[in-house]
């Protein structure tokens, strides 16, 4: 994106937690240090489910006194009704407040340049800013998602939401996860995946010189004895500049050239990147 592309992300939602509890409350649920966030005002994290699978992936904000989930609008869903099913034991309000936001990403930090009250680096001129006023969009969303699939960074939605443990979407080399903190939710299968080496996935950044027809959920395979057999999942997909790009899970031993496909019939395979973070458990 070059200078001062702004477009809307109306596929981000914000959550809301106010009240005494909430910092308490949040940090049995999800990955990250909830009483970190005061201090740092931005904190990435995971909400998963008892076994560890991930429901959503956010960015956490400190704004006043209330905490702000951002994340997509398909996991908030899910993250919203379970928080909220513990919630009524706590002195915490959760609430959906994305009809008091506009989301909106950019390559400058639109709190500076707009009358965005949030802005949050998420790569290299990359944003992503949260404004109580509508502002000009001045380019559609292609770019900046180009980047965000590319800066090996997941969201989850509707077909991919509870399928997967955190690292198995690469969320420990984001810093998603505190594995110094107390127990949360899921945090024993997260914690063995560590600890016993169980883990046998990883997310995998790819780019395909065609205009591939796949969604978010779908098979990606690879050729065994002649055949094509599903070797993995679509995670996210974006189409720019004529190319599509994609975020796969795939086995964590996947080969950077081995020919992964979209589907059982095409000889055309796309291309496996390298991701722009290590995987080597500190």
């Known amino acids: ?121 998420l790569a290299d001129k990359h944003f992503i800013n949260l404004s109580k006023q509508e502002l000009t969009e001045t380019t559609n969303s292609d770019s900046w998602w180009k980047t965000e699939i590319l800066s090996g960074r997941a969201h989850l939605y509707s077909a991919t939401s509870g399928e997967y443990v955190p690292q198995m979407i690469n969320m420990q080399a984001l810093d998603y996860i505190s594995f110094n903190k107390g ?19 990883a997310l995998y950044i790819a780019s395909s010189d065609n205009i591939e027809s796949i969604n978010i959920g779908d098979d990606v395979y690879r050729e065994v004895n002649g055949n094509k057999r599903s070797a993995g999942k679509v995670i996210n997909v974006c ?8 975020q796969l899970v795939l086995p964590n031993d996947t080969d950077l050239a081995d020919p992964i496909f979209v589907n059982q019939t095409t000889s055309h395979s796309i291309t496996l990147m390298a991701l722009p973070y290590s995987l080597e458990q500190s």
């Open 1 to 121: 994106m070059s200078a001062q592309n702004i477009t809307r992300l109306p596929e981000f939602s914000v959550i809301k937690l106010t009240g005494p509890d909430a910092v308490t409350f949040l940090q049995g649920q999800v990955s990250c240090d909830v009483t970190k966030l005061a201090e740092q005002k931005v904190m990435p994290g995971c909400h998963c489910n008892a076994k560890g699978k991930t429901w959503s992936t956010f960015i956490a904000l400190q704004h006043d006194a209330d905490i702000l989930l951002v994340l997509t609008k398909q996991s908030a869903e899910v993250s919203l009704a379970e928080l909220n099913k513990y919630g009524v034991f706590a002195k915490v309000d959760i609430t959906d407040e994305s009809e008091n936001w506009f989301i909106y990403g950019s390559d400058e930090n639109l709190a500076l340049t707009q009358s965005a009250e949030i802005s949050v680096p």
């Open 183 to 201: 127990c949360y939710m899921g945090q024993e299968m997260v914690a063995r995946m560590r600890y016993l080496g169980k883990n046998k996935r």
């Open 239 to 246: 189409h720019a500049d004529s190319k599509t790009y994609l």
